[in-house]
């Protein structure tokens, strides 16, 4: 079975500080990782995905993350955060479709973690 | 282009009441899925739909809830004699088909906020 657990559900820093989001990972085959952005009153957005091809992975508006496959960890940082950084984010784990497979390629999603920014 | 729309935004019910959502995937899109969010969670999987292939309605969470799709476009989320349980923001989200050894990027729709008083 597949499973996220984002470690921390509310993180705060200053603008200008570095952002650490953590995430831990728990699947059966090889993981399809994903982060993905929620700001408020707007859809989900995708911030970056690792597909087993580089371990380290960027994505938009300055996000990265690595992939610690002896960890299962798959934590997102930014160098220095901007107020517009201010959201719900989340840490999605899917399964590569095999073919043959009932496996659909859905996502399992982390229960999230509130970003703050303080000026 | 059109990305991912539902209808409506919001829609406030009284309990047992029947409900019905909409989603509008993106224009080629084969693949279309379901999701629950409620309040303070992440997103709950509720129903996959692949083209004319069955779909995958493991994550559906009792039989008041059903889900349709005419060919590759709009889908209808149902909930039937609606719970205050029920309560929260249902996301739709469409890609690119489920290929053997690739996981597409899914796009997300904005939502609809069901209230159940």
């Known amino acids: 079975a597949q499973s996220v657990t984002q470690l921390d559900s509310h993180v705060s820093v200053s603008e200008g500080t570095p952002v650490l989001l953590r995430c831990n990972y728990s699947?059966?085959?090889?993981?399809?990782l994903f982060w993905y952005v929620q700001h408020p009153n707007k859809g989900l957005q995708l911030l970056l995905k690792?597909?087993?091809?580089?371990?380290l992975v960027k994505g938009i508006n300055g996000f990265e993350a690595e992939f610690k496959k002896s960890e299962t960890s798959f934590h997102l940082t930014k160098p220095s955060a901007h107020m517009s950084d201010a959201a719900e984010y989340f840490c999605?784990?899917?399964?590569?479709?095999?073919?043959?497979?009932?496996?659909?390629?859905?996502?399992?999603f982390g229960q999230g973690t509130t970003l703050q920014v303080k000026p | 282009g059109a990305g991912v729309s539902q209808s409506p935004s919001n829609k406030v019910t009284e309990k047992g009441k029947d409900v019905e959502l909409r989603c509008d995937p993106i224009s080629g899109h084969t693949a279309l899925y379901w999701y629950r969010q409620r309040l303070g969670q992440g997103l709950e999987f509720l129903i996959y739909?692949?083209?004319?292939?069955?779909?995958?309605k493991s994550g559906l969470p009792s039989d008041r809830f059903s889900a349709e799709r005419t060919g590759e476009s709009v889908s209808t989320l149902t909930i039937q004699r609606t719970q205050q349980e029920d309560s929260a923001v249902y996301l739709c989200?469409?890609?690119?088909?489920?290929?053997?050894?690739?996981?597409?990027?899914?796009?997300f729709g904005p939502g609809t906020r069901l209230t159940v008083l």
């Open positions: 999605v784990v899917s399964i590569r479709p095999l073919r043959g497979s009932s496996n659909t390629g859905k996502l399992i």
């Open positions: 739909f692949q083209g004319n292939s069955a779909p995958d």
């Open positions: 699947s059966s085959y090889s993981p399809s």
């Open positions: 989200a469409s890609s690119n088909a489920a290929l053997a050894g690739v996981v597409r990027e899914q796009f």
């Open positions: 690792y597909t087993s091809a580089a371990t």
